[in-house]
């Protein structure tokens, strides 16, 4: 849900000893066969094998066998690196591995395919769309083509469509069909039809259409009532659509629904209100791209329509799929401030969306960046758990109308619209891409060492040469300490706070900023400043409307400046500040540094104000006070501290002070 921005006033550095600590991630094992998946997002670079769409945009995308079929508004088609063109009118096909024009898959149709579906088990696609002939035969919007000849296939004989086909579905033998129709030969059946398979007959399997219209501002109607975008669960067993309605069969649904796919389809109690609203008046309806997870848990929904405060236009949100609840919240929601979203697909590890977006993380905006905004131009991966972006920023410039495809298949992730290049004009792939798989990056899964282990003392004050003390702790007692050197890690002293996650030191200096960098007991990496708002590739390249891609913070340093604890938890930077009772988080991304630019309040029963330190293992959070450095243990579970803390006796054992500055659990090794 779109939130209000907090404003804070300005905040004094902090000038007493702070300590924190927070526990690592356990390293991960040998990736699985299919991990890659798992683990990373796509590549940025995209691959040679794509062949050269001339003009108009690819707006389906379909993966049968080893051919890729596409569909949209061109008319002419080159092989890779070929100046010759070949007429291929608003459908062509090309090898997957060698991106070459499959030149027998020549079909002629008459009008732009607007969606495409393989047919399962046969070397075969559904097309669908705005043309009424094809190949000289009558095709009334809908037809199946064999991919071996270009030809119709005999037995799919459907019934005449009233109207423009915008979105098709296969499950179980069935072929459904949504769109801007009322009636499919003599049957009625406004926006949405099953028919069958093979023969393309109207079934009984859906009763029901939409009705109504979801108008412009002020409440004036506009455009034709029909079902725009589509997606089958996993499973098969659910479909969502999207469209302008505002009531599907007798249930009363703006714009988006879930329909259960039994003998025969009935509408799903599953809804929400939040696609009430009413964006810009030029568009008859903003949903745009709807897209379920692997998973079938949950489903986003992509949207124009311009930014209207409180509404979920030029957006994408996170709903879960289950439940019978009709008011139903979104999960979470990213805007663009502006811009208008087309497409979208999740992996298991990211969501992709792709539009005409200048910035994603953008909520408080109207056209312009505001805090939090990080640049990605037409194309940005979000962290499914809590929708901020990741690292991973290929672009386009030109952005043009926009990425209107998204496609994610184990080769990786492909991409189709109207213009010709994957970054700022470096890779040349007109109108069709694909992001491979690898090399892709690879995500960090926020996992950390439990105790008991050896807890680093960063900023421990020594009469000795060491500058960090560590110490051997159960989660009960102290059993050594001793001071070590830390290669490569200095300064610690200007450290606020941090923590250790998947192997990395995380932590904020002084001035707030975020720094990275691998850490192994007694020796660290290079670090690496975490900004997300200043890409150094797109921060000076001009968006073509007066400004450049250049983002903002999210606000998040302004609070680091002060910051007297920090820790992380599943997608969350918890942080306490001097002066402040409340203990706050962000969602917040591992990947990439960003986070959501409203700070709200975790549930808790501390005074933080008296906390310089904190550090976490499993549902145990360990927190330091200011005065006697001693150490406390305290309940935290599902994102809130529940209960009183209670004093660690063993803690202080061997001379040790918990409130020298930071602290990280790393390990169960002791440094010798």
Request: net charge positive.
């Amino acid at each position: 849900m779109r939130q209000m921005y907090v404003a804070h006033g300005p905040i004094r550095s902090a000038s007493l000893v702070v300590v924190l600590a927070v526990t690592i991630a356990v390293v991960p094992g040998p990736a699985d066969a299919d991990s890659a998946d798992a683990r990373s997002t796509v590549g940025d670079v995209p691959a040679r094998t794509t062949p050269a769409v001339r003009n108009g945009s690819v707006n389906a995308i379909a993966i049968v066998g080893g051919t890729v079929v596409i569909g949209g508004t061109f008319k002419r088609v080159a092989n890779r690196g070929k100046s010759r063109a070949l007429k291929r009118r608003f459908i062509t096909a090309f090898d997957r591995r060698t991106g070459r024009v499959v030149r027998r898959f020549h079909p002629r149709l008459n009008g732009p395919v607007t969606s495409l579906a393989r047919v399962p088990g046969r070397r075969a696609v559904y097309v669908g769309g705005e043309f009424t002939k094809v190949n000289g035969h009558r095709g009334s919007h809908v037809t199946r083509l064999r991919l071996g000849s270009g030809r119709r296939a005999a037995r799919f004989r459907p019934r005449r469509f009233d109207g423009n086909v915008r979105a098709l579905e296969t499950s179980r033998g069935l072929l459904y069909v949504g769109g801007q129709f009322k009636n499919v030969g003599r049957a009625k059946r406004r926006g949405l039809v099953a028919l069958n398979g093979r023969t393309g007959r109207t079934t009984r399997k859906v009763r029901f259409g939409v009705s109504g219209t979801l108008g412009g501002l002020h409440g004036h109607p506009k455009g034709r009532t029909g079902i725009l975008a589509m997606d089958v669960s996993p499973n098969g067993k659910r479909m969502l659509v999207a469209g302008n309605f505002n009531k599907i069969g007798r249930r009363h649904r703006a714009q988006l629904a879930q329909i259960r796919l039994g003998h025969p389809a009935r509408v799903l109690p599953w809804g929400t209100r939040r696609y009430r609203a009413r964006c810009g008046v030029k568009w008859d309806t903003y949903m745009r791209a709807v897209a379920y997870a692997p998973s079938g848990r949950f489903f986003v929904v992509a949207a124009t329509g311009g930014p209207h405060e409180g509404s979920l236009c030029d957006a994408v949100a996170r709903f879960r799929s289950g439940g019978r609840s009709a008011k139903h919240q979104p999960r979470w929601v990213n805007a663009t401030g502006g811009d208008t979203l087309l497409s979208a697909d999740v992996s298991r590890t990211a969501v992709y969306v792709g539009g005409h977006q200048r910035w994603m993380n953008n909520p408080y905006a109207k056209d312009r960046a505001r805090p939090g905004a990080v640049p990605r131009p037409s194309l940005a991966a979000l962290d499914p758990r809590t929708g901020i972006p990741l690292r991973w920023n290929p672009g386009r410039n030109p952005r043009g109308v926009g990425v209107s495809a998204l496609l994610v298949n184990g080769d990786g992730l492909w991409v189709g619209g109207d213009t010709k290049w994957i970054g700022n004009r470096q890779y040349r792939r007109p109108r069709i891409a694909l992001l491979p798989r690898r090399p892709g990056l690879s995500l960090p899964r926020g996992r950390q060492t439990q105790l008991p282990g050896t807890v680093f003392q960063l900023g421990a004050k020594r009469r000795d040469d060491s500058n960090v003390v560590a110490v051997a702790f159960t989660g009960g007692r102290t059993t050594r300490a001793a001071g070590v050197d830390i290669h490569g890690l200095k300064r610690v002293g200007s450290i606020r706070a941090a923590f250790v996650a998947d192997g990395r030191l995380v932590y904020a200096t002084r001035n707030g900023s975020l720094h990275r960098r691998r850490f192994r007991m007694t020796k660290v990496g290079a670090a690496s400043r975490m900004d997300p708002y200043h890409d150094p590739v797109w921060s000076k390249v001009s968006t073509g409307v007066g400004e450049t891609y250049r983002g903002r913070d999210s606000g998040l340093r302004h609070d680091l400046r002060s910051a007297t604890s920090m820790f992380y938890s599943s997608g969350r930077l918890y942080y306490s500040m001097r002066g402040k009772r409340h203990l706050y988080w962000r969602a917040f991304s591992l990947d990439s540094g960003a986070s959501h630019p409203q700070r709200r309040i975790a549930r808790s029963s501390i005074r933080w104000s008296k906390v310089v330190g904190a550090f976490r293992s499993g549902r145990d959070l360990y927190i330091a006070r200011r005065n006697g450095g001693r150490l406390l243990r305290v309940r935290f579970a599902h994102g809130s501290v529940r209960g009183r803390p209670r004093a660690i006796e063993g803690a202080q054992a061997h001379g040790v002070r918990w409130n020298n500055r930071a602290n990280v659990v790393y390990g169960n090794k002791f440094p010798e």
